[in-house]
């Protein structure tokens, strides 16, 4: 019974302390507290939820001078939140600019999570060493997996290669199912979250390249319509809700979001 009120006691404490320090705070607080007796148990329960502040505030202080910085982390969420406004927008105004133009800008929406694999992408080659070879890739990986098909699209119009635009069009939505199966491996973000970025990736890499295989083949392009048109239906809910909601983490929490980690 004194184990239960004092395991209670160091969970709504932990409270004010950031999350990823919580539960170990309350194992080892636990484990103290266990190894007293009497009143000297009291006591330190007492001494210990009323340091839990300071404590908070030197996680804070520490993390906010040896971490990252927050400015990347804003950039991305303002470019995630900017995504689904364009999205929806083409939809929405495909009968008055056209359906050419509303295509154009419905392929433009996913250049919202350039800033996001951007950061992603630094953070993951300085994180193993850095060096030129990484940040080469971090680089390659930003372009292609933060511009759509656009980035793709350029590089096969100039090698004359119509598949570079195939496989380019997979790396996006790809992108988008790894990160989001990362941070949930890793509990970084809800669960929710994280299926709604790897639905959305999936609908992502069926759309993108059931257009590219149209375009490629006319053979296929039966069963890329209806690859593509799915993927749409799938994706118009899933990759707007994502994406305001991953930019909405970024923006707001004093940590750095799953989605760039």
Same mark, same amino acid.
């Not at 300085?126 to 390659?140: I, P, Q, S």
């Not at 996006?172 to 973000?189: C, E, S, V």
């Not at 209806?226 to 970024?250: D, N």
């Given at each position: 019974?004194?184990?239960?009120?004092?395991?209670?006691? $160091?969970?709504? %404490?932990?409270? #004010?302390?950031?999350?990823?320090?919580?539960?170990?705070?309350? /194992? /080892? @607080?636990?484990?103290?507290?266990?190894?007293?007796?009497?009143?000297?148990?009291?006591?330190? %329960? +007492?001494?210990?939820? +009323?340091?839990?502040?300071?404590?908070?505030?030197?996680? *804070?202080?520490? /993390?906010?001078?040896?971490?990252?910085?927050?400015?990347?982390?804003?950039?991305?969420?303002?470019?995630?939140?900017?995504?689904?406004?364009?999205?929806?927008?083409?939809? @929405?105004?495909?009968?008055?600019?056209? /359906?050419?133009?509303?295509?154009?800008?419905?392929?433009?929406?996913?250049?919202?999570?350039?800033?996001?694999?951007?950061?992603?992408?630094?953070?993951?080659?300085?994180?193993?060493?850095?060096? %030129?070879?990484?940040?080469? @890739?971090? @680089?390659?990986?930003? +372009?292609?997996?933060?511009?759509?098909?656009?980035? #793709?699209?350029?590089?096969? #119009?100039?090698?004359?290669?119509?598949?570079?635009?195939?496989?380019?069009?997979?790396?996006?939505?790809?992108?988008?199912?790894?990160?989001?199966?990362?941070? $949930?491996?890793?509990?970084?973000?809800?669960?929710?979250?994280?299926?709604?970025?790897?639905?959305?990736?999936?609908? $992502?890499?069926?759309?993108?390249?059931?257009?590219?295989?149209?375009?490629?083949?006319?053979?296929?392009?039966?069963?890329?319509?209806?690859?593509?048109? $799915?993927?749409?239906?799938?994706?118009?809910?899933?990759?707007?809700?994502?994406?305001?909601?991953? *930019?909405?983490?970024?923006?707001?929490?004093?940590?750095?979001?799953?989605?760039?980690?």
């Amino acid at each position: 019974m004194v184990t239960r009120f004092l395991a209670v006691l $160091l969970t709504v %404490a932990s409270v #004010a302390l950031p999350a990823p320090h919580r539960a170990r705070w309350r /194992e /080892e @607080a636990l484990a103290v507290l266990l190894e007293v007796r009497g009143g000297r148990r009291w006591r330190y %329960a +007492v001494d210990t939820v +009323v340091k839990v502040p300071l404590l908070a505030w030197q996680y *804070g202080r520490t /993390e906010l001078a040896g971490g990252p910085a927050r400015w990347p982390s804003t950039v991305a969420g303002a470019g995630l939140l900017g995504t689904p406004l364009l999205l929806v927008g083409a939809v @929405a105004a495909a009968p008055v600019i056209g /359906e050419e133009a509303a295509e154009f800008f419905f392929l433009l929406a996913p250049c919202g999570m350039l800033p996001a694999v951007a950061v992603w992408a630094w953070r993951w080659a300085a994180g193993r060493g850095g060096g %030129a070879v990484r940040f080469v @890739a971090a @680089a390659l990986l930003a +372009v292609f997996a933060g511009t759509g098909p656009i980035a #793709a699209g350029a590089l096969s #119009a100039a090698v004359d290669l119509p598949v570079v635009a195939v496989v380019g069009s997979v790396v996006p939505g790809g992108w988008l199912i790894a990160t989001n199966l990362i941070a $949930l491996r890793h509990g970084r973000q809800p669960v929710a979250l994280s299926a709604l970025g790897v639905t959305a990736g999936t609908a $992502l890499v069926g759309l993108l390249s059931g257009l590219q295989l149209s375009i490629l083949s006319a053979g296929t392009s039966g069963l890329a319509s209806a690859l593509g048109a $799915l993927s749409f239906l799938l994706l118009v809910p899933t990759y707007p809700a994502w994406s305001a909601w991953a *930019g909405i983490r970024l923006l707001f929490r004093t940590g750095v979001g799953g989605a760039v980690r």
